[in-house]
């Protein structure tokens, strides 16, 4: 949402309008959810996607003509098995894809949303119908209400993950898990490692675990990995997040390592239960050998408890 967002306001900016296109309503193989956003401006330029094929052709004709006239417009879309491919479904489905026309007296509500996801709260973004205006709401909203009056979209930060340890396995994560839309921070107060490596779509800070998450706590959000095999480092990150609503913990470290881990932090006065939320060893028993195997089964085990999880944690 935030990019999109970002995109909205930058082209009210400069062209004073733009198209927004929200998929309202879905059945079927549709291949975007409920809330899915696309950017329409007046040059056919696009951003963001809310199906394929020709239903995406036909959103960003519509919406041309409504940055043209003004206005809001909905369009529903219901697909055969036979014409599935055509539209860009797997097979048979519906979509329903609502258009709102939005002026540069809409740039508020995208700096409100904007402001709101800086600062990890929740919120709704309410795209009314007649007439068409985006608000920015303080109250918090389901993932998407429709109604006769507006399409009201929940306003929420991203999923994050911090990552302790500037080392091979986070140097193949970091991009992984940027990807899949995950806001990505490696933490290491040492500037040796962090110097000679790079880690693409990821901040890096140079701290100790334990002052960072001083600043900057983890929330309900946050999945916390640890991977330098140090328990200087290993522990002053956990017993931050152990004590905080991170979503889900998990070290590197064989079986062995682990039990030695939990001892340490037993002696520390972390109760059994937290404890047992720890992931240990980290990530899911795929039989991973190389750093990127083993990024990949951690990333795995993120998403896992993250979709077990639900509406409870919910990210957009």
């Known amino acids: ?18 198209a927004l296109a929200v998929v309202t309503k879905t059945w079927g193989s549709a291949p975007r959810q409920v809330g899915s956003m696309m950017l329409v401006r007046a040059d056919g330029t696009f951003e963001g996607s809310v199906s394929g094929g020709c ?31 055509a539209v860009g479904l797997a097979c048979g489905g519906e979509i329903n894809v609502s258009i709102f026309a939005l002026t540069d007296r809409d740039i508020s509500a995208c700096e409100a949303s904007l402001k709101a996801l800086q600062n990890r709260e929740t919120g709704s973004l309410i795209l009314s119908k007649s007439p068409v205006k985006a608000r920015y709401g303080a109250a918090t909203a389901p993932v998407l209400e429709v109604n006769d009056q507006a399409v009201t ?34 933490i290491d107060p040492r500037e040796a490692f962090t110097d000679n490596r790079t880690f693409r779509g990821a901040t890096v800070v140079n701290n ?35 004590n905080a609503e991170a979503f889900y913990i998990g070290c590197l470290g064989s079986k062995k390592t682990h039990a030695a881990r939990l001892e340490r932090l037993a002696a ?13 060893p980290v990530g899911l028993d795929i039989g991973a050998k190389t750093p990127a195997e083993i990024a990949a089964s951690i990333l795995a085990e993120i998403i896992a408890v993250y979709r077990s999880k639900g509406a409870d944690i919910r990210a957009v």
Request: charged share 20%; aromatic share 4%; hydrophobic share 50%.
């Open 55 to 85: 239903v995406e052709g036909t959103v960003i004709a519509e919406a041309q003509s409504l940055l043209a006239s003004g206005g809001h417009k909905d369009l529903s879309f219901a697909v055969s098995n036979d014409d599935a491919f």
């Open 1 to 18: 949402m935030k990019d999109i967002i970002t995109l909205l306001r930058a082209s009210l900016l400069a062209y004073h309008k733009a």
């Open 208 to 242: 100790w675990p334990d002052e960072h998450f001083k600043v900057t706590p983890p929330d309900a959000l946050t999945a916390v990995v640890t991977l330098t095999h140090d328990p200087k480092l290993d522990d002053a990150a956990l017993v931050p997040a152990l």
């Open 153 to 186: 979209l929940s306003v929420a930060p991203s999923l994050r993950l911090d990552i302790i340890g500037a080392v091979h396995i986070a140097q193949a994560l970091t991009p992984m898990a940027s990807v899949c839309g995950f806001d990505v921070t490696v």
């Open 268 to 280: 520390l006065g972390i109760s059994e239960q937290a404890r047992a939320r720890i992931s240990g």
